[in-house]
């Protein structure tokens, strides 16, 4: 599992979801589903590419690998300390970046430079992530199902499901207690519980590596069964009001509308 836990200042999601573009429903940008995350290969970062890119819903920032941010005459602005599940690192990182990818344009973006070498374990051929310092600035569908990503405010049929943001993530409330929609996490992920006695496998995130175990665990959103299974189990909580990580393909489709507080789940 390649993730988690990325700082990124409340004035500046603030400031992003004041500015949630209105476009009118674009053409849909083809996804690539890997693993249950989702990939896009249009991105241009200031008008060099295209690249592809991680879209992790789960990530409050944008990373871009170092050597092409380089590359491509980015340089550092700034230094903010990343933290994940695992613990935290300081990182370099550039403002006032343009994005586009499709149709849509985000301005005044901030990346991280990171030289992505726990996503490279798995994934060599991606130049970076796209987090929610790009996605809360639109509304948006992402569909596993056809596998495609489109940006726009949809009338779409199905239960509205209203969420908070927390330090700019997606949460909702579940029988789990209060999951971030992640869309760059491949397993459930819970805090603070105890994993069971028996196999462990590996879980990678920007500053390390452990072995974790797993429980298993039944998940409902407002009562609707959503899925049952073994969820990896990491015994801290190393996000205060988080109680983990909700993968996005457990679902056929998400629609998050940021611009009204709420998302449609198929």
């Not at 599992?1 to 004035?11: A, H, N």
């Not at 430079?113 to 929610?132: A, C, E, R, Y």
């Not at 927390?166 to 789990?176: K, P, Q």
């Amino acid at each position: 599992m390649v993730g988690r836990r990325l700082w990124l200042s409340r004035i500046v999601v603030f400031a992003a979801l004041l500015a949630i573009a209105a476009y009118p429903l674009a053409g849909a940008v083809k996804l690539e589903v890997r693993e249950g995350r989702a990939f896009v290969s249009g991105v241009f970062v200031n008008g060099h590419g295209p690249y592809r890119f991680l879209i992790d819903t789960g990530a409050n920032m944008n990373l871009i690998e170092s050597d092409l941010a380089e590359k491509i005459g980015m340089s550092a602005t700034f230094a903010d300390v990343v933290e994940s599940s695992l613990g935290e690192g300081r990182m370099p990182g550039s403002d006032g970046n343009v994005i586009e990818l499709g149709q849509v344009r985000g301005e005044n973006q901030r990346f991280q430079f990171s030289t992505l070498d726990s996503l490279h374990t798995v994934w060599p051929d991606v130049k970076g992530i796209l987090g929610q310092s790009f996605l809360a600035c639109f509304d948006y569908t992402m569909d596993l199902r056809h596998k495609t990503l489109e940006f726009g405010k949809q009338e779409r049929a199905g239960k509205r499901t209203p969420f908070r943001l927390v330090e700019g993530r997606t949460m909702l409330a579940t029988s789990l207690g209060d999951l971030v929609v992640d869309s760059g996490a491949g397993r459930l992920l819970l805090f603070g519980v105890t994993p069971g006695v028996g196999d462990q496998m590996p879980m990678l995130t920007m500053t390390g590596s452990q072995n974790v175990g797993t429980v298993t665990r039944k998940l409902l959103i407002e009562g609707r069964d959503i899925w049952r299974g073994d969820a990896i189990a990491l015994p801290g909580r190393p996000e205060p009001g988080i109680a983990g990580l909700m993968p996005i393909s457990f679902f056929k489709s998400v629609y998050v509308c940021n611009s009204e507080g709420y998302v449609v789940l198929e």
